[in-house]
């Protein structure tokens, strides 16, 4: 975790409307200088709404926020010349070169001269886009598209960038390199506020906040969000997958019981699972294989936090 007290984004009950529609109900977040900060929801639930007001691309319909010292209402032109914004269409110029692009956005922020030209090497050099500075952006991979639209978000080095689901639609790899690179950025003091749909990339932010249908139902460490689930997991192997699906999901407190691949996975509020399932099994006369206690993870905090609204 960063150990800088500043706040880089301070919103306070946030809401949009258009029309009659609530895109944003009550949103507050807190973003220190250095933090990752992953922001998750299921789709529609204002999530990329939210990060637009903070850009200073749409105005709030109420509540307020001071963005990098500026507030977003007021001041958005000032917002949006200090920050970084990287959607998941990545925003490039397709019919120009990877080099032309990268000149391109230098100059929208205002880079000139010598200090262009370092800045503009340096991002090659850092994203390993020299080689390809002649290549079309259309031409490129999903992958290399990624690299140059972070080069092109971040060219004038702002002290915060928000992500918009910037690993939709990339390889794994390329997702993994890419985060290495974000944690690079965020070590030298760059705040990163991202949002994502892959739960894999939420427990490397440091911390996270869950929005759904408008308003954030929690916020906090990784670690700390899934303790307040308060599920515990099992994971075991038996021949009658159906037959032992049907007899766990009548337990007290399942959340849930789902087949990953051979494995079921059992997902209980509180109590002792294996104990529990080993028994209801056992009565059933069911083979039981390599069963253990497992680590919740923040999507089993987050599918159980999205059910229990559903169910409410």
């Not at 200090?115 to 002649?134: F, K, N, P, W, Y």
């Not at 002290?159 to 944690?183: C, M, Q, Y």
Request: net charge negative.
């Amino acid at each position: 975790m960063p150990d800088s007290d500043e706040l880089v984004v301070d919103a306070q009950h946030l809401s949009r409307r258009f029309g009659a529609h609530v895109a944003v109900r009550d949103v507050s977040l807190q973003v220190r200088r250095g933090e990752i900060f992953g922001v998750l929801g299921p789709n529609g639930a204002g999530k990329s709404t939210a990060l637009r007001m903070l850009c200073g691309v749409l105005d709030p319909t109420g509540g307020r926020a001071v963005v990098v010292g500026h507030d977003v209402a007021r001041e958005p032109e000032r917002v949006k010349a200090n920050i970084g914004y990287m959607t998941q269409s990545f925003s490039l110029y397709t019919d120009l070169t990877v080099a032309e692009n990268i000149g391109f956005y230098a100059s929208l922020y205002g880079l000139a001269g010598a200090a262009r030209r370092r800045r503009i090497d340096a991002v090659l050099h850092e994203s390993e886009l020299a080689a390809r500075t002649g290549q079309l952006a259309g031409e490129l991979s999903g992958g290399w598209k990624q690299r140059l639209a972070l080069a092109c978000a971040t060219i004038h080095q702002p002290p915060l960038i928000f992500l918009d689901e910037p690993t939709a639609g990339v390889d794994p790899l390329s997702r993994r390199e890419f985060w290495e690179r974000i944690h690079g950025l965020a070590a030298a003091g760059t705040t990163v506020v991202v949002t994502t749909h892959y739960m894999d990339e939420a427990e490397r932010c440091h911390r996270l906040a869950f929005i759904s249908h408008g308003e954030v139902f929690d916020s906090g460490r990784p670690d700390d969000i899934v303790a307040r689930a308060g599920l515990a997991i099992a994971e075991f192997i038996v021949d009658d997958v159906d037959q032992a699906t049907y007899l766990l999901q009548g337990l007290p407190g399942v959340e849930e019981c789902a087949h990953y691949g051979r494995v079921l996975r059992l997902a209980v509020h509180g109590g002792e699972p294996v104990a529990a399932a080993r028994a209801r099994l056992d009565r059933a006369g069911l083979a039981v294989h390599d069963m253990r206690e497992s680590r919740a993870t923040v999507e089993d905090a987050f599918v159980a936090m999205v059910r229990r609204e559903r169910r409410a």
